[in-house]
């Protein structure tokens, strides 16, 4: 089985800072790890994917996240906050890359301040 | 290139009715995979179909239950609707194919549509 815990439902950060979203995972497996982007009243999008290969993967909107498999984590950060920015993020993790059902965590409401 | 679509937007329903909910996956795309996300949570796997068959199933009760057509588009059904079904539910689509070769698991990322919200009264 496998689990996500997202630390902080809420972050708050001023426009121009750095974003930091953290996100701890539990597999018996190799996970490959996901990290999804939800505005208000809208499906998610997705922002970027950890397979196999390179531990640190780039997104969209200048967002990137590592996978460090010895602290089981799987940070977001994005070097400069945008008010564009503001929206839920979720954490998600699988046993492969679409053929089998996510499991996500509770979300981070990202908050930007001006 | 037409992304996932889903039908309706929003719906409202009262205890003990049923309701059918649509989805078109994205085009190539030949798995469907439904999520409900409850108001500040997390969206929750319900289950996945490929082939028109049920493949993998979430921890929910047997009310729910779907179908995939032969064109790959989906419905999720639910029975004697409860409050707490009230959510957003989100259709998914993926791949198992890339060009003629079939991978056991997807090559592909799952592309979430934009939901219906259904509201149970």
């Known amino acids: 089985a496998q689990s996500v815990t997202q630390l902080g439902s809420h972050v708050s950060v001023s426009e121009g800072a750095l974003v930091l979203l953290r996100c701890n995972y539990s597999?018996?497996?190799?996970?490959?790890l996901f990290w999804y982007v939800q505005y208000p009243n809208q499906g998610l999008q997705l922002l970027l994917k950890?397979?196999?290969?390179?531990?640190l993967v780039k997104g969209i909107n200048g967002f990137e996240a590592e996978f460090k498999k010895s602290e089981t984590s799987f940070h977001l950060t994005k070097p400069s906050a945008h008010m564009s920015d503001a929206a839920e993020y979720f954490c998600?993790?699988?046993?492969?890359?679409?053929?089998?059902?996510?499991?996500f965590g509770k979300g981070t409401h990202l908050i930007i301040q001006p | 290139d037409a992304g996932v679509t889903q039908s309706p937007t929003h719906l409202i329903k009262t205890r003990g009715q049923q309701v059918t909910l649509r989805c078109s996956p994205k085009?190539?795309?030949?798995?469907v995979s439904w999520y409900q996300q409850a108001l500040g949570q997390g969206p929750q796997f319900i289950f996945q179909y490929y082939e028109e068959e049920e493949r993998q199933r979430g921890n929910f009760p047997d009310r729910f239950s779907g179908h995939q057509f032969p064109n790959y588009s989906s419905e999720l059904n639910v029975n004697a609707l409860l409050l707490g079904d009230s959510a957003l539910y989100l259709c998914a689509s993926s791949s198992r194919f890339h060009g003629e070769i079939l991978y056991i698991t997807s090559t592909d990322t799952q592309y979430f549509g934009p939901g219906t919200r259904l509201t149970v009264l």
């Open positions: 085009s190539g795309h030949d798995t």
């Open positions: 950890y397979t196999t290969g390179a531990t």
């Open positions: 597999s018996s497996v190799p996970p490959y």
């Open positions: 998600a993790v699988s046993v492969s890359e679409g053929a089998d059902g996510l499991t």
